[in-house]
């Protein structure tokens, strides 16, 4: 079997995750491919789009979400990401079990003896009007007959697991504040979620399997379950095993993918990019040796943005005084300073509207 170093792994990630060449797409098909942005941070996914589009203007994602073409919902993981309508309605019920054991996770003590079944028909009831409303306010309401759990708890149930909800704008709008308001995804998109397949196929298992790989494959099903969050895909990726090929990593683990997607020369040269924080190009893995070395692992995971040098994660940047302020995590050559000062011009230039295009690179690694 071959093995696929991690070099070469980069590289494929880099071009599945349209970080190899700006993709000439649409906003929204560049959501769809990449089977969504991870958004609890609202500006993050303009500056994802950004890096990795060529002309994207900020404008066409809040049109896509005003116009419900997109939403902001709680899905892989329990995180809330930017994800297709189409998308929302497809995945929300196989990711509904998963949703209530994360949250149960971290409230086991005070959900304990709730009746989930009736608190969720008694929260589907109240947000069938198609209302936006904040978690305080949904609680008020429930909370008469929900006493129990205590605001917190019983918010974060009903928001993020119990009921499928979007997110309204204002909120995810580029350069607009607006706090979260709740509305039911079956009302804010026009139609009821899918419902799981009765006779236990799994369709939507089978193309989650295949979506991933095409956005962040090769990769191996540890990877396929530390993205998605769901630990009963098994049998998808049974299903759909002979369709894929076959590698293994360095480290030995078997990597699975479609035949036809990119696998480049790992000697491709690769431009250097700006990531947002909680990218998924480094959550969307278990094992995130090809994009990021182990001591800097949960830079991503604390909220920090990026940037990538030779495709991997070599520098954090931020906007300080006016100009994007880059801190490299090891040293740069003379040529990827360079690299990194015009790649940073452009991300200035883009968070400005192009009134500043002020770089700092810090000259020694943080």
Same mark, same amino acid.
């Given at each position: 079997?071959?093995?696929?170093?991690?070099?070469?792994?980069? @590289?494929?990630?880099?071009?599945?995750?349209?970080?190899?060449?700006? %993709?000439?797409?649409?906003?929204?098909?560049?959501?769809?491919? =990449?089977?969504?942005?991870? %958004?609890?941070?609202?500006?993050?996914?303009? #500056?994802?789009?950004?890096?990795?589009?060529? $002309?994207?203007?900020?404008?066409?994602?809040?049109? #896509? =979400?005003?116009? @419900?073409?997109?939403?902001?919902?709680?899905?892989?993981?329990?995180?809330?990401?930017? +994800?297709?309508?189409?998308?929302?309605?497809?995945?929300?019920? @196989?990711?509904?079990?998963?949703? @209530?054991?994360?949250?149960?996770? +971290?409230?086991?003590?005070?959900?304990?003896?709730?009746?989930?079944?009736?608190?969720?028909?008694?929260?589907?009831?109240?947000?069938?009007?198609?209302?936006?409303?904040? $978690?305080?306010?949904? !609680?008020?309401?429930?909370?008469?007959? *929900?006493?129990?759990?205590?605001?917190?708890?019983?918010?974060?149930?009903?928001?993020?697991?119990?009921?499928?909800?979007?997110?309204?704008?204002?909120?995810?709008? *580029?350069?607009?504040?607006?706090?979260?308001?709740?509305?039911?995804?079956?009302?804010?998109?026009?139609?009821?979620?899918?419902?799981?397949?009765?006779?236990?196929?799994?369709?939507?298992?089978?193309? =989650? !399997?295949?979506? &991933?790989?095409?956005?962040?494959?090769?990769?191996?099903?540890?990877?396929?379950?530390?993205? /998605?969050?769901?630990?009963?895909?098994?049998?998808?990726?049974? %299903?759909?095993?002979?369709?894929? +090929?076959?590698?293994?990593?360095?480290?030995?683990?078997?990597?699975?993918?479609?035949?036809?997607?990119?696998?480049?020369?790992?000697?491709?040269?690769?431009?250097?990019?700006?990531?947002? $924080?909680?990218?998924?190009?480094?959550?969307? &893995?278990?094992?995130?040796?090809?994009?990021?070395?182990?001591?800097?692992?949960?830079?991503?995971?604390?909220?920090?943005?990026?940037?990538?040098?030779?495709?991997?994660? /070599?520098?954090?940047?931020?906007?300080?005084?006016? $100009?994007?302020? !880059?801190?490299?995590?090891?040293? #740069?050559?003379?040529?990827?300073?360079?690299? !990194?000062?015009?790649?940073?011009?452009?991300?200035? /230039?883009?968070?400005?509207?192009?009134?500043?295009?002020?770089?700092?690179?810090?000259?020694?690694?943080?």
């Amino acid at each position: 079997m071959t093995v696929l170093g991690d070099r070469a792994l980069n @590289r494929a990630t880099l071009a599945r995750q349209l970080l190899l060449d700006r %993709a000439r797409l649409p906003a929204g098909e560049a959501v769809a491919h =990449l089977c969504g942005l991870q %958004a609890q941070e609202p500006q993050e996914p303009f #500056l994802g789009l950004w890096s990795r589009l060529a $002309a994207f203007e900020p404008a066409a994602l809040s049109g #896509l =979400l005003t116009s @419900r073409s997109v939403v902001r919902t709680h899905l892989m993981r329990r995180t809330v990401h930017l +994800v297709t309508a189409e998308d929302a309605l497809a995945w929300r019920s @196989r990711h509904d079990a998963m949703l @209530r054991q994360r949250v149960l996770g +971290v409230y086991r003590d005070e959900l304990k003896g709730i009746d989930l079944d009736g608190l969720a028909s008694d929260a589907r009831e109240l947000t069938a009007d198609g209302e936006p409303r904040t $978690a305080a306010e949904i !609680v008020r309401a429930l909370a008469g007959r *929900w006493p129990g759990p205590g605001p917190r708890p019983l918010g974060e149930m009903v928001v993020a697991a119990l009921v499928p909800m979007a997110q309204a704008p204002p909120r995810g709008l *580029w350069r607009t504040k607006g706090g979260v308001r709740n509305v039911a995804l079956s009302s804010w998109l026009g139609r009821p979620v899918d419902p799981p397949a009765s006779d236990g196929s799994d369709p939507v298992g089978r193309a =989650l !399997v295949r979506r &991933y790989l095409a956005a962040y494959g090769p990769a191996a099903t540890a990877d396929l379950r530390a993205w /998605s969050g769901l630990a009963g895909l098994p049998g998808a990726v049974a %299903a759909v095993r002979d369709e894929l +090929v076959r590698f293994r990593d360095e480290r030995g683990r078997e990597l699975l993918d479609l035949p036809d997607a990119p696998r480049p020369d790992p000697d491709t040269p690769v431009p250097v990019r700006f990531l947002p $924080a909680f990218d998924n190009a480094i959550l969307g &893995y278990r094992d995130r040796a090809r994009i990021v070395d182990d001591e800097h692992r949960g830079l991503s995971v604390a909220g920090e943005r990026v940037v990538l040098v030779d495709g991997r994660v /070599s520098a954090t940047w931020r906007v300080s005084e006016g $100009a994007v302020t !880059v801190e490299p995590l090891r040293p #740069l050559s003379r040529a990827d300073r360079a690299a !990194v000062a015009e790649e940073g011009r452009g991300m200035a /230039s883009f968070l400005s509207d192009g009134e500043s295009d002020r770089v700092r690179v810090e000259s020694s690694p943080r």
